[in-house]
C-alpha cells in the first residue's frame, strides 16, 4: 500500500468500538432515499456508500467523517450517522438523491428520479489534512465534482473509490451501463477499487486491457471484484488472484448495501488491521452474510419509516478477530491463481 496504517494488536481488534485513533476515513458521496422493492415486498430506507461503508467503518473502529449533499427537508434523516459517533458534513442542495431498486437475488434494476447537487472541492479540501484515508463512493457521475477527485489524487492519502457511479447514465430515470468520462481520473486517484464482474468487464473492455494491464496502467494495488451470492475476487498489481466463496445465508432478508459492507470491511481488516488479503476477504464475507441476513445494520435502522430518535436496535459488529477469521478459513474454498 502506498500509505500503510498502523499495525494494531489482537488484543486491540477483539475490543469493541476500539478507536484507532488518528487512522481516520472520510467517505464521500451522496447518501440516498432508497425505495427497495425486493421479494415483493417495498420499503424505503438510507441509503448510499456514506451510510453502509461509514456505518461499517465506524462500527469496526475506525474513526469515520462523511461528506454528502442533501436537501434541507431530509438533513433530519442524517441523524442515525451522527448517533453512532460519524461526524457528519453536509452541503445544501435542492435535492437529496434518490434511487429505486427492484432487487430479485443476484439481479437488480435501478431507477433514479432525483439527484443531489455534486460534491464540490470546497467542500473536501479543508477535510483531507483531517484524515489518513479517503473512501469515495460516487453513486453516478456527476456526483462527485472533478476538482474534488483530484484533490484527492494529489492529498498523498490512501484512496479508495467503489467505481460503481463511473460506469453506469441515466436514461429515463434508469439506470444503464455505460463509461463515463470521470472514469480515468477517478482510477487515476485511487489504490483499492470495488467493482462487480459485470462493471470489470466494462472497464476491461472499454480499455482494451487485460486485468493485470489495467492494474499496472493506473497503479492500483488492488481491485476487489463481488460477485453477489457468488463469493468474491482480490486481483493485486503484483499478479495475485485470490478467490472466495459467499457465506451461506439461509434466511436472506436483503442483499442491498451489502457490497458496500464488504468492501469497507475489506478495508478495515487489511489496511487498518494488516491481515493478509485471504483473511481480510473472509472476514468481510462474514459481515457482508450478516448484512444479507439483517444482522449487521439491520433494515429497522434505516427505515425511513421508523422514527429517528429514541432506537434500541444497534447490535454490535464483530471485530476482525484474526482466530476467528483464521477458523473461517479452513471452512473456505480458497485458491491463489494468476489473472
Given at each position: ?8 494488536s489482537?488484543n ?6 476500539a ?16 425505495r ?15 451510510t453502509?461503508?461509514g456505518?461499517t ?5 475506525v474513526?469515520t467523517?462523511v ?19 460519524i ?8 435535492l437529496t ?13 435501478q431507477?433514479m ?5 455534486p460534491?464540490t ?5 479543508p477535510?483531507?489534512s483531517e ?5 469515495a463512493?460516487?453513486?453516478h ?5 472533478p476538482q474534488a477527485?483530484a ?8 484512496v479508495?473509490l ?9 436514461e429515463n ?5 455505460a ?5 480515468e481520473?477517478?482510477?487515476r486517484?485511487?489504490h ?10 466494462l472497464i476491461?473492455?472499454h480499455?482494451?486491457?487485460?486485468l493485470?494491464?489495467f492494474l499496472?496502467?493506473?497503479?492500483i494495488?488492488?481491485?476487489?471484484i463481488?460477485?453477489g451470492?457468488?463469493?468474491?475476487s482480490?486481483?493485486?498489481r ?8 459467499a457465506e451461506?445465508?439461509r434466511?436472506?432478508v ?7 459492507v464488504?468492501?469497507a ?10 491481515l493478509?488479503?485471504d483473511?481480510?476477504?473472509?472476514f468481510?464475507?462474514g459481515?457482508?452474510?450478516k448484512q444479507v ?6 433494515p429497522q435502522?434505516?427505515?425511513l ?10 447490535e454490535?459488529?464483530?471485530r ?16 491463489r491463481?494468476?489473472?
Open positions: 500500500m502506498r500509505e500503510p496504517c498502523r499495525e494494531a489482537l486491540s481488534m477483539r475490543t469493541k468500538h478507536k484507532i485513533g488518528p487512522a481516520t476515513v472520510l467517505v464521500v458521496g451522496s447518501v440516498t432515499i432508497d427497495i422493492i425486493e421479494d415483493r415486498k417495498t420499503s424505503e430506507r438510507l441509503g448510499g456508500v456514506i453502509y461503508g456505518l467503518f465506524q462500527r469496526l473502529g474513526e467523517a461528506v454528502t449533499n442533501i436537501a434541507e427537508a431530509h438533513r433530519g434523516l442524517l441523524d442515525v450517522l451522527a448517533a453512532e459517533g461526524a457528519v458534513h453536509a452541503g445544501a442542495s435542492r438523491t434518490h434511487f429505486v431498486n427492484r432487487a430479485q437475488g443476484d439481479g437488480r434494476e431507477l428520479p432525483e439527484a443531489a447537487a460534491i472541492a470546497g467542500q473536501v479540501k477535510l483531507l484524515v489518513r484515508h479517503v473512501h463512493g460516487p453513486l457521475p456527476d456526483d462527485i465534482e477527485v484533490l484527492m489524487a494529489q492529498s498523498k492519502k490512501l479508495s467503489d467505481v460503481q457511479g463511473y460506469l453506469r447514465r441515466t430515470d434508469r439506470i444503464v451501463p463509461v463515463s468520462a470521470g472514469l481520473g477517478a482510477l486517484s485511487a483499492i477499487i470495488k467493482a462487480d464482474e459485470a462493471e470489470l468487464a476491461l473492455d480499455f482494451r486491457l487485460s493485470p494491464g499496472q496502467r493506473f497503479r494495488d488492488e481491485a476487489v463481488t460477485r451470492s457468488r463469493g468474491a482480490v486481483w493485486t503484483a499478479g495475485e488472484g485470490y478467490h472466495f466463496g451461506t445465508v434466511r436472506p436483503s442483499t442491498v448495501g451489502a457490497g458496500d464488504f468492501f470491511a475489506y478495508l478495515v481488516a487489511h489496511v487498518y488491521r494488516r493478509d488479503v483473511m481480510a476477504a473472509m468481510a464475507a459481515l457482508a452474510a441476513s439483517g444482522k449487521h445494520l439491520p435502522l434505516l427505515d419509516a421508523t422514527e429517528l430518535s429514541g432506537r434500541t436496535d444497534r454490535e459488529s464483530p476482525p478477530n484474526g482466530d476467528e477469521v483464521r477458523t473461517r478459513g479452513r471452512a473456505e474454498e480458497r485458491k491463481t494468476r489473472p
